[in-house]
Structures are given as structure tokens and as C-alpha cells.
């Protein structure tokens, strides 16, 4: 574990670990890299990167919330790796994660190896956007973290069969657990920069921008955010895309998922 300075003087977290074919794991919007906490243990021997974002998790807020855009995120990505001497990566990306892949992609394509994004894609359903905004920024109405896990199966759409004592873990994972109730891990100012933000911009010239690059989606067969019908456009369009649809899962699959493992190992192998 250890930190990195960016060029505008933020410390962000990181972790690097292993050896061999390097690995980038990107999180969630809101999350950090603690999303990758039950697919480690399934992948294949590399050397294993997480970042938590400026604004997230271990990593310094930003004075300037107006920061927390995705370029901004592809910027700190590609320092992290001038930090690291890596000339390039593969990124494995939760959600905002796979939109920064496809951004570095686009902006640095040498940079890039390859892609597996995890539930996203270059069309966003304006429902699964809706349901972010509802608590983007805000603590939640829980006191604690088993009133959390208690209310996580009812308010995440799509998911099934999960056993309570995941929805424990998730809830300790994203939720910190104090005298006056539970706190978010993030900068609440994030909700100001997504607001900002206006309308999303057609995002397909960044997926293309992913040509000849070995590829994978994982998508939650009750995804909110990914529909399948943008997953499929996806599909007729890189049709070498690996595609692994996850059923009983929403937005986002944990990644452990036996459908999950099977699709990143095999993405994993064209990287080689």
C-alpha cells in the first residue's frame, strides 16, 4: 500500500502487488479499491494495481470538486503509471472505472493493453442514472452497518440469492460506521461535480476507440445502468468481444461470480 503525488499536489492511495502482466483495477464511482476484493482471489498470477480516485476512499479530496471529472481521472491514472514506470496497462473497470478505460484508450491509446468493463458502456440508461442520484452524496438513512446490510437487497435493483453475510460485507466496505450513524467513503462534493456535469456526451467514440484491443463486458442480467440491448450493440460491434452476462446480478455483478471468473480468466489469456 502507498501513495503518489499528482501534479496538481493530491496523495492518492494505491496498491500494487504481484508481478508479471500489470493490471490496473479501477473502481465504481463512489467506490474504491476494495470493489476488487472477491475477484482477487480468482485471478490469474499479475501484477495487481488498485487505485482509489482523488475524492475517494484513501486518497486526498480535492479543495476543487469541479476536479472530479473523467478526464481528470485519466490524467491521475496515466501519472500513476509514470509513477509506477509502466508504459502501459490493462484496466479492469467497475462502472466509472470502464468509462476511464475507454477514456485513456481514447487519449493514450499506446497506453492501453486491453479492457474488461464491468457492467458500462458507451450508453448509460437514464434510469440506472436517476437511481445513482438518489443517494450520490448523501449518508445514509441507516445507523449502522447491520441496518445497512438489512436494507441493501431491497434498495440495489437486480439482485438475487445473495447471502446475508455479503450484504455485511458490502455494507462495511462502502460504509463508515461511527457515534452519530454511518458516513459515505467519499467526498460528498462528487454529487456537485456529477450535477455539473449536464447531459453525458455520445460516449461511442471512446468505445471504438478500444479497436484491436482485447475486450471484455461483464454485465448484471439485471443491470439498471447497462441495458442489454446497449449490450449487444456493443457485441455487433467488437464481435471478438468477450461477453459474460451474469445472471442474478444488477448493477454492479461482485465479479467472483462463476461467469464473471470465466470471462475475465479468458480476456486474460488474449493479454498475454
Known amino acids: ?12 492511495f494505491y496498491t500494487d502487488e504481484g508481478d508479471g502482466l500489470p493490471l490496473l483495477c479501477l473502481p465504481g464511482l463512489t467506490r474504491t ?33 469541479q476536479n472530479y471529472t473523467l478526464p481528470v481521472e ?10 509506477l514506470s509502466l508504459s502501459s496497462v490493462a484496466i479492469l473497470g467497475t462502472s466509472r472505472g470502464g468509462l476511464n478505460a475507454m477514456g485513456l484508450a481514447a487519449a493514450a491509446p499506446d497506453r492501453l493493453i486491453g ?3 464491468n457492467d458500462v458502456g458507451p450508453e448509460l440508461d437514464p434510469d440506472g442514472l436517476a ?3 438518489v443517494y450520490l452524496g448523501r449518508k ?3 445507523r449502522s452497518h447491520a441496518e445497512a446490510a438489512m436494507a441493501l437487497p431491497y434498495v440495489l435493483k437486480g439482485f438475487e440469492d445473495v447471502p446475508p453475510a455479503r450484504w455485511m460485507q458490502e455494507a ?7 457515534a452519530s450513524g454511518l458516513d459515505i467513503t467519499y467526498d460528498p462534493h462528487l454529487r456537485d461535480a456529477v450535477e455539473a456535469g449536464g447531459e ?10 478500444l479497436a484491436g484491443k482485447p475486450l471484455c463486458l461483464i454485465r448484471g442480467a439485471g443491470s439498471d445502468l447497462l441495458s442489454a440491448e446497449t449490450a449487444q450493440k456493443m457485441q455487433t460491434r467488437r464481435p471478438d468481444m468477450i461477453h459474460a452476462e451474469v445472471p442474478k446480478r444488477g448493477h454492479v455483478p461482485f465479479l467472483d461470480e462463476p461467469e464473471a471468473v470465466a470471462a475475465l480468466r479468458a480476456w486474460m489469456e488474449q493479454l498475454q
Open 1 to 12: 500500500m502507498a501513495k503518489f503525488t499528482t501534479s496538481d499536489g493530491l496523495e492518492l
Open 131 to 133: 437511481g445513482i442520484m
Open 74 to 83: 485519466v490524467r491521475d491514472v496515466m501519472e500513476l503509471m509514470d509513477h
Open 33 to 65: 479499491t476494495e470493489d476488487f476484493q472477491y475477484v482477487t482471489p480468482h485471478l490469474p498470477p499479475c501484477r495487481l494495481i488498485k487505485l482509489d480516485y482523488r475524492g475517494r476512499g484513501q486518497s486526498d479530496f480535492d479543495p476543487d470538486w
Open 140 to 142: 445514509p438513512a441507516a
Open 200 to 209: 453525458v456526451p455520445d460516449l461511442w467514440p471512446f468505445f471504438d476507440a
Open 172 to 178: 462495511r466496505t462502502h460504509f463508515v460506521e461511527g
Open 115 to 117: 479492457a474488461a468493463l
